[in-house]
């Protein structure tokens, strides 16, 4: 609804990948720097955050479990948290998403090396819808628009500070290369990306 919802869960998605009980939340109103503050205690990550997009009415996520059964119990955790935050904000109550979450397991080696992309260009559907139909002209202002969004994890892969100690950017990095790099295989993308490769994985 407005920035303080996305900056609560860029803030959730920090605070619940851990084994540790957490703080109560329930009541504190994040800031653009709390969710860095708590990053020096020790922490029992759940899942590695791989990649992100925080969208107006859902999200994805790149996800690789840590322990067994960690991304059940990092999306309960984190979806459970962020509704009872929006619930008495809003002065709502039930479910906040539709339904439980719907996760695919990445086997295929084309499926793994779209997905990071995929995601990452999900926020065009705010400006750029015409994307996904291959019918995007202007992919300079896209690029631009997807290196200024700040839900997304994309900026941190670029070299652009925005929220680095939500996501694990090792793997990722190591397989696509440096900031540079990557950012010029996402612009390249967006002009060769055929959705239609990835269709089976991508919960849309």
Known sequence: MEEKDYLRAIHDMYEFND???????????????????????VRKMIVEILAFALMPNHY???LRPIHDKGISKFMHKFGLGYA??????????????????RAIHIEREAHFLHLP???????????????????LKNYRAAMNYLET???????????????PSVTSRGFLS????????YQKTTFQLLKEMNLSEIEDVILE
């Open 174 to 181: 190591s397989v696509f290369g440096s900031p540079k790099e």
């Open 84 to 101: 009872m935050y929006f619930n008495k904000k809003y002065e709502r109550s039930g479910t906040l998403f539709q339904g439980p979450f």
């Open 60 to 62: 994805h996520f790149l």
């Open 19 to 41: 084994e540790n009980p957490t703080d109560n939340l329930y009541y504190r109103s994040p800031s653009l720097t709390s969710y860095e503050t708590r990053s020096r205690k």
């Open 149 to 163: 969004y700040r839900w997304s994890s994309f900026p941190d892969y670029i070299g652009k500070r925005n929220f």
């Open 117 to 135: 992309f995929y995601i990452h260009a999900n926020p065009l559907d705010i400006k750029f819808p015409e994307w996904r139909d291959g019918r």
